[in-house]
């Protein structure tokens, strides 16, 4: 018995052992993989702030009042849209109702692209920033070193990006006759070659004042095809969107894919009609959610996203020939409180066929707001009305 339980034992003994090593190699192996997995992780985001958590009794005592300014002043009835505010990148409330296409009752949810008119001017900046970062233009470059077609000497890329170029509305310059004819959609190109030969003269001299006008980003967005040699929404896409997982974002490049969007409407549930403007982007046609707005938000608080340096030119005033608290840095408004009497409130507003957009950021404590309206009302600007309830910045009272 001795002889035929000894060997067996010992069998036993080795097999356990065998068993115990192969179990220290799969752990080994597999914590190996987790810091291979960590590593991939940071490299694949480098972009991520680390920022204080939000505490229990802030995130509910703050969603109250939300909340409350919401019911009170946003979701009266006809909003249609998202809404959602967010501290430290986390959200504290959102909302979303009504209909992306209202004929087939196709509701918008958090995922649901909207058109956000002139907010997506923050997006085609910001592609713009990023090239000026990775040192592919310069931000006091001159327009017509990157577009040969571009008759005005002066203007340079900050000009187009904080409206003090002097470029006329295209959408002014082409209603008059014998300049475009308006049944025929118009692109970005068409307007450079307008600019280029129909002896468009600017609205002022570059740089001596500040002009809001749709035409500086669609020259923005040429600027951004030119050097890249992509499409805006491809450059776009490999600059911002997929560093920053922004997989709801898009550019409406063409009117082929207009009944695949998100529609916008009239107060009356009627669908807003389509014209011969629609076809330019940069300026506008960028559809994007709210929760993806909120990852570019928290990504511009990254000194590696966009530089320390270049965001201080990002969020300062250049247009200070009126008196006033109004202003508008690269890409962005802001109300500059005087005499120290409260924070920098940055913002941009947007409109376009139905479309009502803002989008707040109160950097200086991390908080941002955001409305989206597709049915051509504009409750979505009494944002505004909620940062003073939030921390130290001026109270805006918007007009019901």
């Not at 003994?13 to 192969?22: G, P």
């Not at 190699?25 to 939000?54: C, G, H, M, T, W």
């Not at 998100?262 to 629609?278: G, I, K, V």
Request: net charge positive; hydrophobic share 35%.
């Amino acid at each position: 018995m001795k002889k035929i339980f000894l060997p067996l034992l010992f069998i036993g003994i080795t097999a356990a052992s065998c068993d115990k090593n192969f179990d220290l190699a799969q752990v080994i192996r597999k914590k190996s993989d987790l810091l291979k997995d960590k590593n991939k992780l940071s490299v694949e985001d480098p972009y991520e702030v680390k920022f204080n958590p939000v505490t229990p009794k802030y995130k509910l005592e703050t969603r109250e009042i939300v909340e409350e300014f919401y019911n009170n002043r946003i979701n009266r009835g006809n909003f249609w849209g998202q809404f959602l505010v967010a501290k430290n990148g986390q959200i504290i409330f959102e909302d979303n109702k009504g209909y992306s296409n209202y004929q087939k009752k196709e509701q918008i949810t958090d995922s649901t692209p909207m058109h956000v008119a002139s907010v997506g001017k923050v997006y085609t900046g910001v592609t713009v920033l990023r090239l000026i970062n990775d040192k592919k233009i310069t931000l006091d470059q001159k327009v017509n070193t990157i577009l040969p077609l571009f008759p005005y000497e002066d203007i340079t890329v900050r000009m187009l990006l904080n409206h003090r170029s002097g470029l006329p509305y295209y959408g002014h310059f082409t209603s008059n006759k014998g300049i475009w004819d308006t049944k025929t959609t118009i692109t970005n190109q068409d307007v450079l070659n307008l600019l280029a030969t129909k002896s468009i003269k600017l609205d002022f001299k570059p740089n001596t004042r500040f002009t809001y006008s749709n035409t500086n980003y669609v020259m923005l967005a040429l600027i951004v095809e030119e050097v890249t040699k992509k499409s805006f929404q491809d450059a776009m896409k490999e600059l911002v969107l997929e560093p920053l997982k922004m997989h709801n974002t898009f550019v409406l490049e063409n009117l082929d894919n207009k009944e695949n969007v998100t529609q916008s409407y009239n107060a009356n549930n009627s669908r807003m009609h389509w014209d011969y403007l629609d076809g330019t982007y940069g300026d506008k046609n960028i559809y994007t959610t709210a929760r993806d707005l909120l990852k570019l938000d928290k990504a511009l608080y990254s000194d590696n996203f966009i530089s320390k340096a270049l965001k201080m030119e990002m969020y300062k005033g250049y247009s200070y020939e009126k008196n006033g608290q109004n202003n508008y840095g690269l890409a962005i408004r802001m109300v500059e409180p005087k005499n120290g009497e409260g924070n920098l409130y940055t913002f941009h507003n947007g409109w376009w066929r139905g479309n009502r957009s803002s989008y707040v950021t109160l950097r200086q404590d991390t908080i941002t707001i955001i409305c989206f309206n597709n049915h051509n009302s504009q409750l979505a600007y009494k944002t505004k009305e909620l940062a003073p309830k939030l921390g130290n910045y001026p109270y805006i009272q918007v007009n019901d």
